[in-house]
């Protein structure tokens, strides 16, 4: 092998050395900065984490909190509707019976009065014949 070529073989291997160092201390940067980055985000990280827990907590708070108000108001509607049922029928047993009754004995006199009015007539109407 000649000169030139051992000296060429050299610059190429000092360049790829070059060329290798620069990327292990690329390399090495990229490192450095990714720990960094992992070092701030691990604290947002457990913040996160906290928070999460925090909000389960409240939801299942607020779920327990919510079938208690539907299970009142649940109870609430049927109260209501029995005691429209009761007061629908004391209604109709206080108003309604006697409205009926009250109708029945005004038809009753009414034909009565009808009856005799008839009778009279007819008593009258025999007089003159």
Do not use: C
């Amino acid at each position: 092998m000649s000169d030139n070529a051992v000296w060429t073989l050299a610059v190429i291997v000092f360049l790829n050395s070059l060329f290798v160092a620069g990327i292990a201390v690329a390399l090495f940067m990229l490192h450095r900065k990714l720990t960094q980055l992992t070092e701030m985000a691990q604290p947002l990280a457990t913040k996160v984490n906290d928070t999460l827990g925090k909000m389960e907590t409240m939801t299942a708070q607020v779920s327990e909190r919510v079938n208690v108000i539907l299970d009142q108001t649940g109870r609430l509607v049927e109260d209501v509707s029995r005691k429209v049922e009761t007061t629908t029928s004391i209604a109709e047993e206080t108003i309604a019976q006697p409205l009926i009754s009250a109708a029945s004995v005004m038809a009753g006199v009414s034909r009565g009065w009808d009856t005799y009015r008839a009778q009279m007539a007819k008593e009258k109407g025999d007089a003159h014949a």
